[in-house]
């Protein structure tokens, strides 16, 4: 499978014959448009227009019919009107090309008869085999092999810098910038419709390209989850991504409280969190992270050197430093601080950030950062000036470029201010050194280079209990399709997990207050009571649930008030009853499994109770998972805290907790038709006491 990919992803990228379907003398027409632009790339291969009027079209031969060629193109790019895409598709795959590119939009982006077009245009590549880009894309670029094949004539200069765009209009303007800034481009890629190739494929490919240093994408969703997941996992060059969609109205509807807390956004960051993908939240963030990775040597080690003339730039690049964990201001060593002050001796502080004050000439900034950068604590440098008449920025900027070449260390360079800055911005930009307008994101520019280095490296997966209850399951599934439920009640909830060997607290159902007090004095005070309702997801909403039950006369009182909370609250609500609960004590965590569409199964993990909607403090990691990644998912949280003894309280039974997650994760494997099952609260007693599980929430499809 992935040899096939890559062999047409090669069509596609190095093709040896292009032909233009829909090729046009008429340069306001794509097709006119794309044919220009491979012509003037320079493309060395040989060029077929197709064009149902034959003839001669920007001075090449002309073809009426793709079929009349005397060689197999390896690469098609169509531009026509959709109503003529289908039948000359048909053609392509009669004649057997295997790499199209299909320009032309009006498919699904547009109606349900466009989303059909699309569907018969599918299955017309599926049955001759071939591989598709788009519709309604933007077409591609090998730079190194002088390739353009969009109708874009935005060409950029060669580089490392590989980008792949779900929008046309997005990679019109990643390729403008990388005009402006002269950052170098190997490959780019406009996906459209993602009717076929999407940014796996992208990923499988470029991910073995010697040409590819880093791989940028802007996505607005992912098509194929997991196997979006498996190609990140193969690839060997760092990925930086700009996925929009993270506002509520992209969330995924779901009944729990980890569902609604964790929208589909979520799951992508935690996808993006396993994987080391550099997510960044705008546009901005992409071309900063992509400047610096592409032309920056590996930032080795977290810690962070100032150079500055302005010791308020200094301070702002220390404060950035706090806002990004992959960094760090580090303590310059004394025998640099000693050198430093040896060679500039007006230095206003030796300190990390090193400030040569004000007067200092470029001689003293360049002289620090080439003492600072042997300082065995620092993996990078930020140099920072403002245009004072005292230094010369363009002076600096040729002295960083030539210094880049043979530090041992990277370095980024900010020039705050405006036209002052400019040409000694545009000499940094003409030698490639990362350069920006601030403090921040000079700073935040390193944070990027070191996240390159924490890499993605796969773990075993934890080992999972032998225990089973898939049994259970099929019965509730079964019960619940003759009723045509979509939810399971809290007991049924409970027997799953108790299937599958999640404790539960001993309890009872009772319909009389009788039955409660029976059933309280068999179980043992105090006790819990809450409201039994298919219709009632969150009890305690409606004051659904009462603790601390202790006799009989409270047991029989709390009966008659959950009712009449539960008639007023949700007057239509089916009550099964009351189920009375063995009272447990402990610190309240939830655990959710909920299933994403793309991923597939997710684990959510937080404070419980009502916290997890105060704090909105949600932890998620994929599953399956190793034990790291189990450990980080629980140390991340606040929960975390609490559960590992805060302000004198003795430790939590961590043991048994995760051992209840790798029990989640079974069922979550063993049974797809499970959707939600949330357990909150999870009662986490102290070390070596256990844990039990006492409400269940589950949703099935």
């Given at each position: 499978m992935i040899q096939t990919v890559c062999t047409v992803m090669r069509e596609f990228f190095s093709p040896d014959s292009i032909a233009v379907v829909g090729a046009s003398s008429d340069l306001n027409k794509i097709g006119g448009m794309i044919l220009r632009n491979i012509i003037g790339s320079g493309f060395g291969g040989r060029i077929y227009p197709i064009n149902i009027k034959g003839g001669t079209i920007q001075g090449l031969k002309a073809y009426a019919s793709i079929d009349l060629l005397d060689e197999l193109p390896e690469l098609a790019v169509m531009a026509l009107p959709s109503e003529l895409v289908l039948g000359e598709m048909e053609k392509l795959g009669r004649i057997g090309v295997k790499a199209v590119i299909v320009i032309t939009a009006g498919f699904k982006e547009e109606s349900s008869q466009g989303r059909d077009l699309e569907n018969r245009l599918n299955n017309i590549s599926k049955m001759y085999g071939m591989r598709v880009i788009g519709p309604n894309c933007f077409g591609l670029m090998n730079v190194h092999r002088r390739l353009n094949s969009t109708f874009s004539s935005l060409f950029p200069p060669s580089g490392g810098i590989s980008l792949s765009s779900q929008s046309g209009a997005v990679g019109s303007t990643m390729l403008d910038w990388a005009i402006h800034t002269n950052n170098g481009i190997s490959k780019f890629i406009s996906l459209g419709n993602k009717m076929d190739v999407d940014e796996a494929d992208v990923i499988e490919y470029l991910g073995d390209d010697e040409d590819t240093s880093v791989i940028g994408i802007y996505s607005e969703g992912i098509t194929d989850g997991r196997r979006f997941i498996e190609a990140v996992s193969r690839s060997k060059k760092p990925i930086v991504m700009l996925k929009s969609g993270r506002s509520a109205a992209g969330s995924m509807a779901a009944s729990s409280h980890t569902g609604a807390l964790s929208g589909s956004d979520s799951v992508y960051e935690a996808v993006f969190d396993r994987l080391n993908i550099i997510r960044v939240k705008d546009i901005?963030?992409?071309?900063?992270?992509?400047?610096?990775?592409?032309?920056?040597?590996?930032?080795?080690?977290?810690?962070?050197?100032?150079?500055?003339?302005?010791?308020?730039?200094?301070?702002?690049?220390?404060?950035?430093?706090?806002?990004?964990?992959?960094?760090?201001?580090?303590?310059?060593?004394?025998?640099?601080?000693?050198?430093v002050r040896k060679t500039i001796p007006t230095v206003a502080s030796t300190h990390n950030p090193v400030d040569v004050r004000g007067d200092a000439t470029n001689d003293m900034i360049t002289g620090a950062l080439k003492i600072i950068a042997d300082d065995e604590n620092i993996g990078g440098a930020a140099v920072l000036s403002s245009p004072l008449d005292s230094i010369d920025l363009n002076s600096i900027a040729v002295a960083v470029s030539e210094m880049k070449k043979k530090l041992n260390i990277p370095v980024t360079v900010a020039f705050a201010g405006g036209k002052t800055c400019e040409s000694a911005l545009s000499i940094l930009r003409e030698n490639r050194v990362p350069s920006y307008p601030s403090p921040d994101r000079a700073v935040r520019a390193l944070s990027f280079l070191r996240r390159v280095q924490t890499g993605y490296t796969k773990k075993e997966d934890t080992i999972l209990p032998e225990t089973s209850g898939r049994w259970r399951v099929i019965e509730l599934l079964d019960i619940a399709k003759k009723e045509f439920r979509s939810s399971l009640s809290e007991d049924e909830g409970k027997s799953i997990l108790s299937a599958y060997g999640i404790p539960v607290p001993k309890e009872a159902l009772a319909v009389s207050p009788y039955d409660a007090v029976t059933a309280a004095e068999s179980i043992g005070y105090p006790v819990v009571m809450k409201i039994m309702s298919p219709d009632i997801h969150h009890k305690t909403d409606i004051g659904g649930v009462i603790v601390n039950v202790k006799t009989a006369d409270d047991v029989r009182e709390a009966f008659e008030s959950l009712?009449?909370?539960?008639?007023?609250?949700?007057?239509?609500?089916?009550?099964?009853?009351?189920?009375?609960?063995?009272m447990v004590s402990g610190q309240e965590v939830i655990l959710s499994m909920i299933r994403d569409d793309q991923f597939g199964p997710v684990l959510a993990f937080g404070l419980g109770g009502i916290y997890v909607e105060i704090f909105g403090e949600i932890a998620?990691?994929?599953?399956?998972?190793?034990?790291?990644?189990?450990?980080?998912?629980?140390?991340?949280?606040?929960?975390?805290?609490?559960?590992?003894?805060?302000?004198?309280?003795?430790?939590?039974?961590?043991?048994?907790?995760?051992?209840i997650m790798r029990r989640m994760m079974k069922i979550a494997l063993e049974n797809p038709e499970i959707y939600e099952l949330e357990i909150n609260p999870i009662m986490v007693g102290k070390k070596n006491e256990g844990s039990w599980a006492v409400d269940a929430l589950t949703t099935i499809r």
């Open positions: 901005e963030e992409l071309f900063d992270a992509l400047s610096v990775i592409s032309s920056s040597r590996p930032m080795l080690k977290d810690g962070i050197a100032v150079i500055t003339n302005a010791g308020g730039l200094g301070v702002m690049a220390a404060d950035a430093c706090s806002d990004h964990p992959a960094v760090r201001m580090s303590q310059l060593s004394p025998a640099t601080e000693k050198r009712m009449v909370r539960c008639r007023t609250a949700v007057p239509d609500a089916k009550i099964d009853g009351v189920s009375v609960q063995k998620r990691t994929l599953i399956p998972m190793s034990d790291d990644d189990l450990d980080r998912m629980i140390m991340s949280t606040k929960a975390y805290r609490m559960l590992s003894g805060a302000r004198g309280k003795p430790p939590a039974d961590i043991d048994s907790l995760k051992d």
